[in-house]
């Protein structure tokens, strides 16, 4: 009987707590937006929107063209809240940690392969204007967005970036956008704080029909021909990772919004 009474007692304890609780201060924002949506908690009838983005990152649920209409809200609220940020924060720290305990070669040819969208920049201010992802992928209007030049660091990224190049690691950029955007997307690196880099590779006309994972493939080959040699590799989609020429290794960051083969 004594042990059911404080069995009780310390359910009553923890329920008063949480509902005690403090909230949480405001996690700093990567944009100026801010999340209009209700609670992320809310359940959603016919489909869990957490399993289907588990699923998602983990290249289980394939060839989706938008984000589902009952996840909209979901995955807005998931990008413009600190878990999004938490998450990357776990990947970019990882990958320091293999980057530092990587012997290097000393001849300035270890390279660090970074992605582009969604990896070094985020779009989310144009994405949170088309449903997260719930609306089709329109290129004409995206890339009307590219021009303008205004994506925003990752801030996540941002510190791998810096300190990958303070240990001696190059990084290189290799991004499907096209080779007209070139200029563009070398200032929006800058304008960023991406400063240096060894190169910067878009996809050129002749991949024109090829698949992401066989256009990044032939760029690492290439690289590698040239000598260097890749520690480390990160993009937000299993495109950028899967295929050859992979690097030392992986690192995947989330991205629930759009998917690319």
């Not at 801010?34 to 959603?44: A, W």
């Not at 002749?206 to 993009?235: C, D, H, P, Q």
Request: glycine share 8%.
């Amino acid at each position: 009987m004594a042990s059911l009474i404080l069995h009780i007692f310390f359910l009553l304890v923890i329920v008063a707590t949480s509902q005690g609780s403090p909230p949480s201060s405001a996690p700093l924002q990567i944009h100026l937006l801010r999340s209009r949506l209700g609670s992320g908690g809310h359940r959603i009838h016919g489909v869990s929107c957490l399993s289907w983005r588990l699923a998602v990152e983990t290249n289980n649920i394939i060839g989706w063209k938008t984000v589902p209409e009952e996840c909209e809200d979901y995955v807005g609220h998931y990008m413009l809240g600190k878990q999004y940020r938490e998450d990357s924060a776990a990947i970019t720290d990882e990958a320091f940690t293999h980057a530092k305990t990587f012997k290097l070669g000393g001849d300035g040819k270890d390279i660090w392969v970074f992605d582009v969208d969604e990896t070094t920049l985020s779009n989310l201010p144009y994405y949170a204007k088309h449903g997260f992802g719930a609306e089709l992928y329109n290129s004409t209007a995206f890339n009307q967005w590219v021009f303008t030049g205004k994506a925003l660091a990752l801030p996540e990224s941002l510190k791998l970036y810096r300190k990958l190049l303070s240990i001696g690691v190059k990084v290189v950029f290799l991004t499907g956008r096209s080779e007209d955007q070139r200029a563009v997307t070398s200032y929006n690196l800058h304008t960023a704080g991406y400063h240096i880099w060894e190169d910067l590779i878009l996809k050129a006309s002749s991949y024109s029909g090829k698949t992401a994972v066989f256009y990044k493939s032939s760029e690492r080959a290439k690289l590698e021909k040239k000598g260097y040699r890749i520690i480390g590799n990160m993009g937000d989609q299993w495109s950028d990772l899967l295929g050859t020429s992979v690097g030392n290794r992986t690192f995947k960051l989330p991205d629930p919004m759009y998917y690319i083969s």
